[in-house]
């Protein structure tokens, strides 16, 4: 199993930002660099959905979230960050990351975010 450390999250309002972090401490670059790691959500009485991912080659959003969200990868940080702009009340959910390596997935604990309209 590997160790996912989340950070970031929390309570805004509508229109704000937050910064969701994920790293994968104790990996090397050169099996990072092979890794898919992103952010699933889900909200109370909904399905997990995909938000954001990002590959060595791609990267890959939810359609609701394009232009507002940025995903990007710190291979020398072993670290995917989320950058969530413009959100909504939508937007709120407990925010998963999750890391896909060697075609094991992996599910960090989960972190809330909570917009307020």
């Known amino acids: 199993q590997v160790r996912l450390v989340e950070s970031g999250g929390g309570l805004v309002q509508a229109g704000g930002s937050l910064r969701l972090t994920c790293g994968a401490p104790?990996?090397?670059?050169?099996?990072?660099?092979?890794?898919?790691m992103g952010w699933y959500r889900q909200a109370p009485g909904k399905q997990r959905e995909l938000v954001a991912m990002?590959?060595?080659?791609?990267?890959e959003y939810a359609d609701s979230v394009k232009g507002r969200f940025t995903i990007s990868r710190d291979v020398n940080k072993k670290m995917v960050i989320l950058q969530m702009n413009s959100l909504r009340p939508e937007d709120s959910a407990v925010y998963y990351c999750?890391?896909?390596?060697?075609?094991?997935?992996?599910w960090g604990q989960g972190t809330q975010v909570t917009v307020s309209s």
């Open positions: 999750n890391l896909v390596r060697y075609g094991q997935t992996h």
């Open positions: 104790g990996t090397i670059t050169s099996t990072f660099r092979g890794d898919t």
């Open positions: 990002a590959s060595r080659e791609s990267i």
